[in-house]
């Protein structure tokens, strides 16, 4: 199970940190997503973290501004975004295809992603 939490409201420039409890799996075993809906929008890949921690990937919008970490002993995945805009209010998730590598867009292959967590960016 993937449970998102940390979404809200921020105002234009504003911060988020966001997290990704895993359970019944180890994160560190896997490679982790973070991906985000807007009403009307097709859905975006944001971010990914492979198994080994240093091996990350992102969008070309938030390059720069969003972070993906992971915190093993915790056994969770976090998406830390600065300088948010209202282009990225969303729905964000984190998804899991149970390998080890950031391939997009086979992380979805098994639709394991959890409720999502709103971000709301008000300018």
């Known amino acids: 199970q993937l449970v998102e939490s940390g979404g809200g409201l921020v105002q234009f420039g504003g911060s988020l940190k966001l997290s990704c409890a895993a359970s019944?799996?180890?994160?560190?075993?896997?490679?982790i997503g973070w991906f985000r809906q807007a009403p009307g929008k097709e859905r975006e890949e944001v971010a990914c973290?492979?198994?080994?921690?240093?091996?990350?990937d992102y969008a070309d919008s938030v390059k720069g501004r969003f972070t993906i970490s992971r915190d093993d002993a915790k056994n969770t995945v976090y998406l830390e975004m600065n300088s948010l805009k209202p282009d990225d209010t969303a729905v964000y998730y984190c998804?899991?295809?149970?390998?080890?590598?950031?391939?997009?867009?086979?992380?979805?292959?098994?639709?394991?992603w959890g409720q999502g967590t709103q971000v709301t960016v008000s300018s």
């Open positions: 998804v899991t295809d149970f390998g080890t590598f950031c391939r997009w867009p086979g992380l979805y292959d098994f639709n394991f």
């Open positions: 019944g799996f180890s994160v560190d075993s896997v490679a």
């Open positions: 973290i492979e198994t080994r921690k240093d091996v990350t």
